[in-house]
């Protein structure tokens, strides 16, 4: 057999290059493993070596990657279109890098680093250890910069920014030392543009915007070389691949291809978010068009207006731009031409996409990836970074609970008790609606909770598990009222002590609710007993706090003087207490401040029966001082007005009918596990389920029983022998159960699925413009649509229920806000039914419910445009006239997308009810499904969200043929469409706007 003698060379230099690499680079994973060993063992010296060694062969390989992968292309080009010519740039750039790998990394190893030790490198870990170990060392400025770098990608890591605050306030850190070790240059550089744009150093700005587009589009190269990995088998089995050479290939490339072509999104996604900020790259021109502007240099303006038109062509306040540009300057421009090659070459892979997805039977849709060009409509909007499917919340939205007065705030009601006294009120504390109170317990029954406490708590509980949540230098632990009464129950602490617990709650409960003469019955939002150990040999020089300042239903933002009620704060919670049970200890005073986190208001020390009360928001921050010798151990309660946001202090009877041999039952007593996988619903929700229904008691079983068999039977496929099996009750009783359940949850469907009025109607209309984009949408209070609910075919009629996708349903209709909460549900006509009859015969349409006059509805192409009885405005029919009408309809698309989206959630939670036919009589099911509806409204509000896995695919361009009213609402959409591409704000020369 003949050889190639040129192959042959070629083939004896790869076998060379294996043979004679010599050069080594030590794993980051086994460094970063060593660093973690080091530190669960105390060894801080060694886990600053391991873990900067690991970040540092961590960065070396992806530079090594991105380096080979650009020297080997460059020497290697695809120049020929010949076969084989092709193929054997393919084979020397192969050998290119390999030998490039080898030669900076050593001889490659067969062992892959886990997907684990990737994610903990993307999301920084090795930070977090890295401040910790440099804090036992005493280099605080190190421990600075590494801890400000973690921070940057956990924002929502509480701890980190307390820690944050206690190094800004410690001797010898300079305010240079807070740096993010990891910030990417291209968005260092355009935040630094922004800043100085919004002071109006234009000249500066604009070799800020410069420096960052150039760093971009260098990023960008990085970025697209990094995707030249390895080929993921995903679900298929790789031994089992036997397409042939071009199909492998194709779908290599086609993988390679998309990430190349998400590179737009990772640019655009700040550290630790979830979701690209919106517009990125075109901001840049935006900015400069005006900083230009501002320079008077016209020339460079009238340059980056047009780059900025290759993103939204036809943009109506950058065409008015252009145009004066152009007037000022007595010629045209041209766009930058690498922004055009860059948008060239993003279009053409898109068409590659579309064929290579074809070819591996995948479905490929075109991301948006320049959405919302009207991104400085508003001069206060930051990333959100949480759900991906609205980008942005404008602050002005958060609420400012400092300023808010609290209504009605009164003090000074009965104590209820004979032996409670009044030591100081709100006066004497220098608050408002603060009180402490003595002799709320006796000596005995101190004394009887503190043992309790030892006999209960566990070290971390409540705080995931982390035994020192607040502070390294104490050890915290807790337990619930409800782990507590479990303990009991089974006879592992005495009963007694247990009720006790549960009994000085309520007692304290009671006390705070007359006290601050309240209007209505204070609820129980989470109680827990709780100890905090001083850990010895880690209390000389402390200068940190046991509990850092906070308030309870806001974000304490000192530097702004201003406390933020938004997650993950609890919102809801109102009145906060603390009844403390010993005073043994040194340190440990509880401390009310200003809102500046320092100045200290009011000093309360601890001892057995004192409890100190107050409302939970911004106008109490609170603090512990350092617990530094003993133990300090006391029952936190917070209360809360909502019955929604209940906890479970659950009668201690109740407990009585559980038969803790259940799993499913020791799953609920578990408060640590993921209730959703079995139930569908987080604990918090289950709590406010059952919170929420009224059950008769004479059957015998308790209101959480119930509530547990039902959830189970929607979460299995409604199938009552399942759950008979489950709860090891009779089947008949399952049944009556259901029934009986699903009969109290209808009773609370008017009160959790309802219109919305007065400000909460101005905040639906306000989020319906935000989705959309556009000021104009804020009209918009609701999003209407229908989805088909499989059924076994009915006996009778059963045509009637054949629909036009081939199975036997009925018909939900619902409204939703612009969050995906349901407004209104309307269930139960047959599937054959078109969509606009359905909502003439619907309540909402007959009574004219809603909206309400001066607002509108969406809805797509099957229903009529309407203005009477109710406003429901569609998109424009297809092929739309003029671009008023396509960036309507564009609009009009992003806002009505959540009906299909709390669809979409709706099906994923309860995938067992709506992606087969319901066991049930089909006469049953709309009950059933108004049911899941109520449930998807409580979840919501509890922040209980499920990522649809399955959107409503909507058939929106069918209209009903029998339809006579389907332009009498045109007029209405006419204004709106123009109200929609109507400037925002018309200056005579430009349309200036702030971006962030």
């Known amino acids: 057999m003949d050889v190639n003698p040129k ?12 043979l004679l690499s010599s050069a080594t680079l030590e794993p980051f994973d086994l460094l970063y493993e060593n660093g973690l060993e080091a530190f669960h063992k105390g060894d801080y010296g060694n886990v600053v070596r391991y873990m900067e060694s690991a970040l540092s062969s961590f960065s070396e390989v992806r530079q090594t990657k991105i380096g080979c992968r650009l020297k080997c292309r460059d020497e290697h080009r695809f120049d020929s279109l010949l076969t084989d010519k092709f193929f054997e740039a393919i084979l020397y750039r192969a050998h290119c890098l390999n030998e490039c790998f080898e030669g900076k990394l050593g001889a490659q190893s067969m062992h892959k680093v886990s997907e684990d030790v990737f994610q903990d490198f ?23 910069s590494t801890a400000h770098t973690y921070f940057q990608a956990n924002p929502e890591h509480v701890e980190m920014g307390e820690d944050l605050e206690q190094y800004k306030a410690q001797k010898g850190v300079k305010e240079e030392h807070f740096i993010d070790r990891e910030s990417r240059p291209h968005q260092r550089a355009f935040f630094a543009g922004v800043k100085l744009y919004d002071k109006g150093n234009y000249e500066e700005s604009v070799t800020l915007f410069e420096e960052a587009l150039t760093e971009y589009y260098r990023a960008d190269v990085e970025c697209r070389a990094l995707c030249e990995g390895p080929l993921h088998f995903e679900e298929q089995d790789h031994v089992l691949y036997k397409y042939n050479l071009y199909e492998l290939i194709s779908d290599h490339y086609t993988q390679v291809l998309h990430c190349e072509h998400e590179c737009v999104r990772d640019l655009a996604t700040r550290p630790g978010r979830l979701s690209p900020m919106e517009n990125y790259l075109p901001l840049h021109y935006d900015y400069l068009q005006f900083a230009y502007f501002q320079a008077g240099r016209n020339e460079e303006a009238l340059e980056c207006a047009l780059t900025y038109l290759l993103f939204h062509e036809g943009e109506e306040f950058m065409t008015e731009n252009v145009e004066y540009y152009r ?26 996409l579309l064929m290579g997805s074809n070819n591996i039977g995948v479905a490929y849709t075109e991301g948006s990836y320049w959405s919302s060009s009207g991104g400085r409509e508003d001069a206060n909007r930051i990333p959100s970074g949480t759900d991906g499917w609205m980008d942005y919340v404008p602050i002005s939205a958060k609420r400012n609970v400092t300023m808010s007065l609290l209504q009605e705030l009164r003090e000074g009601g009965p104590l209820l008790y004979e032996n409670v006294r009044l030591v100081q009120n709100s006066h004497t504390l220098n608050g408002s609606q603060r009180v402490l109170l003595d002799d709320v317990i006796s000596e005995d029954q101190c004394s009887e909770l503190k043992h309790l406490a030892h006999s209960v708590t566990a070290a971390g509980d409540g705080y995931k598990g982390k035994m020192s949540p607040h502070t390294p230098n104490e050890k915290f632990e807790g337990a619930t009222v409800l782990k507590t009464l479990k303990y009991g129950y089974e006879g592992r602490v005495l009963l007694k002590s247990a009720r006790l617990f549960y009994d000085v709650s309520e007692k304290a409960r009671r006390i705070i609710e007359s006290y601050f003469m309240l ?49 993950p704060a609890y919102t809801y919670r109102d009145y906060s207490a603390l009844l403390y049970l010993n005073g043994d200890f040194d340190g440990g005073e509880f401390i009310f401040t200003e809102m500046d986190a320092k100045t200290v208001t009011a000093s309360v020390k601890p001892q057995c029966g004192r409890m100190v009360g107050f409302s939970s928001g911004g106008e109490n921050p609170h603090g512990v001082r350092a617990v530094t010798r003993g133990q300090r151990c006391a029952v936190a309660l917070w209360f809360t007005l909502d019955p929604l946001y209940r906890e479970l202090a659950v009668n201690p009877t109740s407990y ?27 604990l918090p929700s289950i709590m406010s389920l059952i919170a929420a229904v009224r059950l008769e008691s004479d059957h015998g079983w308790e209101r959480e029983i119930e509530v547990l068999v039902f959830l189970h039977w929607l979460a299995h496929a409604a199938s009552y022998r399942v759950v008979s099996q489950a709860f090891d009750i009779p089947r008949t009783s399952v049944y009556n159960i259901v029934h009986r359940m699903s009969k109290a949850i209808m009773g609370i469907l008017r009160r959790v699925i309802c219109f919305p009025t007065g400000d909460d109607l101005e905040a639906v209309g306000a989020g319906f413009a935000q989705l959309a984009g556009s000021p104009a949408f804020s009209r918009a209070v609701g999003a209407i649509d229908g989805c088909h609910i499989r059924i076994k075919p009915p006996a009778n009629n059963s045509h009637c229920y054949f629909n036009r996708k081939l199975f036997h349903s009925i018909q939900l209709q619902a409204i939703t806000d612009h969050r995906g909460k349901f407004l209104d549900v309307f269930v139960g006509y047959p599937g054959s039914v078109h969509d606009a009859r359905v909502l003439r015969n619907s309540p909402v349409y007959a009574g004219s419910l809603y909206p309400p006059a001066g607002k509108c509805i969406l809805g797509d192409g099957g229903y009529p445009c309407l203005s009477d009885p109710i406003c429901l405005i569609t998109p424009y029919r297809e092929p739309v006239q003029n671009p008023v009408q396509a960036r309507f309809n564009s609009k009009h698309s992003r806002a009505r997308n959540i009906v299909e989206r709390a669809f979409g959630m709706l099906k994923t939670r309860w995938r067992c009810v709506f992606f087969k036919a319901l066991e049930v009589s089909p006469a049953f099911v709309p009950e059933v499904v108004a049911c899941c509806a109520v449930l998807h409204n409580l979840a919501l509000v ?12 909507l058939d929106d361009g069918l209209p009903d043929p029998h339809n006579l009213e389907a332009r009498v609402g045109e007029h209405v959409r006419e204004n709106l469409a123009a109200a929609v591409s109507a400037p925002n704000i018309p200056v005579p020369a430009l349309h200036e706007h702030d971006y962030l």
Do not use: M
Request: aromatic fraction near 8%.
């Open 942 to 953: 509890n922040g209980d969200i499920v990522e649809p896995e399955d959107e409503e695919d």
């Open 656 to 682: 009585c009918h559980l038969n803790r041999a259940v799993p499913i039952l020791r799953l609920y007593f578990d408060e640590a596990a993921d209730h959703r996988a079995h139930l569908r619903l987080s």
């Open 519 to 567: 209007n209505s019955t204070l609820h129980f939002s989470y109680t827990h007993l709780v100890c905090r150990t001083a850990i010895s040999g880690q209390q000389d020089y402390r200068n940190d706090l046991s509990h850092p300042i906070h308030a309870d239903n806001c974000l304490l933002d000192p530097e702004a003087n201003e406390c933020w009620k938004e997650p």
């Open 122 to 144: 993307s999301r920084r870990i090795p930070y977090n250890y890295l401040q910790l170990a440099y804090r036992k060392l005493g280099q605080l400025d190190k421990a600075a």
């Open 327 to 352: 007037e000022a300057l007595g010629h045209d421009g041209q766009p930058r031409k690498e922004a055009e090659q860059y948008l060239r070459r993003h279009k053409q892979e898109s068409d590659l």
């Open 7 to 18: 192959l042959y060379g070629f083939l004896t230099c790869i076998l060379q290059t294996l």
